[in-house]
């Protein structure tokens, strides 16, 4: 079976030019969606489509970006329908996985996301890197800046943690986790710093006299 997805991204859009096309290729099925950015994959015209597709099926576009304009989802959801049996076809583009020329041009595809995917990992990872080295913090945001989180700690020794947290929006949970960090940490270079000194006092008293 055949089975068609048009999209079109605004509501003023018309879907006639490509349900045409689909219905003249002999789809027997078209899912649509009106008003949906091919940029998300969220789309319930899309969603019910893939659900209806079985192997042996072939899915078809009147052209690539009505089903995606990211080069590296389009092969990811390309790569999937193969897995399950089902062929993809492209009318725009003369796109057949089922013929040698559409496979061949489907690996250049896969070829080219695959080093899309390369250079965003490079570029992420530089990014990282300079972050790191300029000493920014890397990951989720912070819940507490460093000068906010000793200001809440003077504060928890006078006030109920609810209120505490409630003032700062965040968790009192959070704020628990935070304030039981820092105590943790300060209590272990407390504990370095103790025995540090203690090495030193030690090492001065069994010093010998100079001659």
């Avoid at 015209?45 to 052209?63: E, I, S, Y």
Wanted: glycine share 6%.
């Amino acid at each position: 079976m055949k089975i068609g997805y048009a999209r079109v991204s605004t509501q003023d859009q018309n879907l006639a030019l490509q349900l045409r096309a689909l219905e003249s290729t002999g789809c027997e099925r078209i899912y649509t969606d009106q008003g949906y950015s091919g940029s998300t994959t969220a789309r319930p015209g899309l969603k019910q489509a893939m659900q209806a597709l079985q192997c042996g099926d072939t899915f078809v576009v009147w052209r690539l970006d009505r089903l995606g304009r990211s080069l590296v989802s389009l092969v990811d959801m390309v790569s999937r329908l193969k897995e399950g049996g089902v062929e993809f076809v492209s009318l725009s583009e003369h796109i057949d996985t089922a013929s040698s020329a559409g496979r061949l041009v489907f690996h250049m595809m896969a070829a080219l996301a695959e080093f899309e995917r390369s250079l965003i990992s490079e570029r992420t990872r530089a990014g990282m890197a300079a972050a790191r080295y300029q000493g920014r913090h890397m990951g989720r945001p912070l819940a507490l800046t460093e000068e906010q989180l000793k200001e809440a700690r003077v504060e928890l020794q006078r006030e109920p943690i609810a209120e505490v947290a409630q003032r700062y929006g965040i968790h009192p949970r959070t704020l628990q986790r935070l304030a039981a960090r820092t105590d943790a940490l300060l209590a272990q270079k407390t504990h370095v710093e103790s025995v540090a000194d203690s090495i030193q006092k030690d090492t001065i008293a069994t010093e010998k006299p100079p001659c």
